[in-house]
């Protein structure tokens, strides 16, 4: 790798702006985003960047499901170009800063090359995915999943929200309906910066994360059938209590976890008790069970943990116990060169930097399946996101914009010593 | 105690024909019955029972709250009567015999008596009390309760339903308000023949119980504050998951009731995840408890020890455990010399028999605090109740009704040698 171009800084106070700004499309009371894929406010933030990147000197394209590709000319326009950015639609009560930082940094990169009149051999394109959030449409990181060919357009298409409206009908509504084939556009590489989502960085005081590994993810549905009967005349050692057997489920999934971590996390989010009543033991309830790990080992090891002690508390409280796997995502090992770039530049430009887990999903982790791929995480406070409280320092989501701006200036091919990554 | 009078036997067949009889009023495709409080199937319910009590020679007088109450006359009407029966209100999906039996059995009772040409010193009464089952209206055993003083008729007349139709509209309604004051009419006793609605008497082949006691009852309200987070990004020493805290106050109760047992049970019914997300750490959620013991004492330790555990698990996990009881009833000892009545009666009509307590509650429970009262319990099959399963045999339907034939024979003065309870 080489050394960082130069102290060449992005224009924080006008990140920061461009942050605040947006942040009104959708804007909540409580200072938060309510900003859903596709709906008025998304097409409002698309209009406005839009508009954004085309004064920046980018093309901007639009694919059929309405992923937004600005693209900055590089000298040798023959090369795909780097991809930097994230998503702009957030959560029904999300905040300012999950994926809007990642996009409008990489606006921000851009402008900040365009004042310093550097040119490039690879093209940079900014990157807006549609419905990374999966809160309006299911799956989440929907765009990007059909761009890696876990789904095709046609199927994203016809996906419905709660009010039956679909993908299709909603993008023809908002005008993004684009003329790009899914998968068209491609990439030298993908770049993504993101808030961490998590506590670490802030735990231990690093600015920077180099994210190296994304989770692998297990889901699973449950339901536990005992017997619903009277909580006055049943007496203890008689009770097939589907609820106390639960109890001993999350249990299990948090030892589990403990035990094969520090890389593994369990929880289980989801649970309802059928017909409940105050004075009705728990005859049948159903609930999720979400695991994850940045090691496909732990994963299988989780597994197999679960269904012994699931077997165990059926057969000891002699309930039925049906734990269920619906999905199963392998980590993601982002690519090893992008990641060295990344710390390359962290700590060129001398932030306090770790490498670092992704323990969401991400855009980033369905395009390493095709393309080489890294994120840079900053810090968010207290870890909180998907929260109106979601917040971030200005010299942190600036930090994050500098190595995002120098990750790409070393692989995009500045001075006739840079080597190009593709 | 006199011996029993006789081999005096009720008609098991009439008995068995009225309970299937009046199933209809509400009767379900599955074989249960559903016939809610003051509805219009306790309207033909009621009209049954009032002309059959009628039929067979009593005087049928309705309080306020629209108990009946059928009396045949005694020598001595100067004694109040001795009060027999139970109610004929079901649950939303209940069964054939929960309450119906005791009050059916009450009038074969009568009618027995009537056949064999058997007069008494005391007079006895048949009752059928209004919303034993509490589904319609709270509280559950409400006239009763309001019988025994707990709450003015007032308050329960302005009581409402679900859909805001008061108490007293409903009576209205059906044309079952009556002229008497709560609490007017006085009884010298009073015993009610219910199912078990538990598994001992099955599981030990008995087919008389004899209920001694009705357990004392706390409920709790209760809620837990941790901290929702993001199931990927919060490592789990970080976490603090209102979930897996509220499992373990599931396993404490459990254990508290287990170790205290065998006269305590504990249950939590009821859980409600606020925002519940597959990932998604649980941050708050809701909960009851009920808890019941046979002794004051064992309550007390119930309630110590669940204090103690919900105060360990808070502060070990880090999180807020507020758990808040919101009713203790004390438990019911019912009268010495009535339960030995009962107890002479199964002994000498040969019935299997054993001591027993009362898991649920029930009007005699209620009845217990201002008369001497007392239960007599049959089986059920596998326990169940509340439940259009709810089944129970008509031998053991027959023998309840005899052993309560011949308890109110042993205290109604039928002789001169028989002496009168009051």
């Known amino acids: 790798m080489t050394k960082a171009r130069s102290n060449l800084q992005i224009d924080s106070a006008r990140l920061w702006g461009d942050?605040?700004?947006?942040?009104?499309?959708?804007?909540?009371?409580?200072?938060?985003?309510?900003?859903?894929t596709l709906g008025p406010e998304d097409k409002q933030v698309r209009d406005w960047f839009r508009k954004a990147c085309e004064a920046a000197g980018c093309d901007v394209r639009?694919?059929?499901?309405?992923?937004?590709?600005?693209i900055r000319p590089g000298r040798d326009m023959s090369k795909p170009p780097i991809g930097i950015g994230s998503?702009?639609?957030t959560q029904p009560t999300g905040g300012k800063y999950d994926g809007i930082l990642g996009t409008l940094a990489a606006l921000e990169v851009v402008r900040t090359m365009?004042?310093?009149?550097?040119?490039?051999?690879?093209?940079?394109?900014?990157?807006?995915?549609?419905?990374?959030?999966?809160?309006?449409y299911a799956p989440a990181m929907?765009?990007?999943a059909?761009?890696?060919?876990?789904?095709?357009?046609?199927?994203i298409l016809g996906r419905k929200d709660a009010d039956g409206i679909t993908v299709a009908e909603a993008l023809d509504t908002i005008g993004y309906r684009g003329a790009d084939a899914v998968g068209k556009q491609k990439f030298s590489a993908f770049v993504e910066l993101h808030i961490e989502q998590g506590p670490l960085l802030e735990a231990e005081n690093k600015t920077i994360g180099v994210v190296d590994r994304g989770q692998g993810i297990m889901w699973y549905d449950g339901a536990i059938t005992g017997f619903a009967s009277h909580a006055g005349t049943t007496p203890m050692p008689l009770r097939k209590d589907a609820l106390a057997a639960f109890s001993e489920v999350v249990l299990a999934v948090e030892k589990l976890a403990r035990d094969l971590g520090p890389n593994a996390v369990g929880t289980v989010g989801e649970m309802e008790i059928d017909n409940p009543s105050r004075n009705v033991i728990p005859g049948d309830l159903t609930f999720t069970i979400d695991i994850r790990s940045a090691e496909s080992a732990t994963l299988d090891a989780l597994h197999a943990g679960l269904q012994k002690a699931a077997a165990e508390i059926a057969a000891r409280r002699k309930v039925a116990v049906d734990i269920r796997r619906i999905w199963r995502k392998e980590p993601t090992i982002f690519d090893t060169r992008?990641?060295?770039?990344?710390?390359?530049?962290?700590?060129?430009?001398?932030y306090a930097n770790r490498r670092i887990t992704s323990g969401a999903g991400h855009d980033a982790c369905n395009l390493a399946t095709v393309m080489p791929a890294a994120m840079i995480f900053v810090p968010c406070k207290d870890g909180i996101s998907h929260n109106e409280l979601e917040d971030a320092t200005q010299a942190d989501c600036a930090a994050g914009a500098n190595v995002l701006l120098?990750?790409?200036?070393?692989?995009?091919?500045?001075?006739?010593?840079?080597?190009?990554?593709?």
């Open 114 to 136: 365009n004042d310093a009149g550097i040119e490039t051999d690879i093209p940079i394109c900014v990157c807006n995915w549609t419905n990374e959030e999966g809160s309006r």
């Open 62 to 70: 639009v694919d059929a499901l309405g992923t937004m590709f600005a």
């Open 338 to 350: 992008l990641v060295e770039a990344v710390a390359n530049a962290a700590q060129e430009l001398g």
């Open 19 to 36: 942050i605040h700004e947006t942040a009104k499309f959708g804007g909540t009371p409580k200072g938060g985003v309510k900003r859903l």
């Open 87 to 89: 998503h702009l639609d």
């Open 146 to 155: 059909a761009y890696a060919g876990d789904y095709t357009t046609e199927d």
């Open 406 to 422: 120098h990750t790409v200036l070393s692989i995009a091919g500045v001075a006739s010593g840079a080597k190009a990554i593709s």
């Open 142 to 144: 929907m765009a990007s």
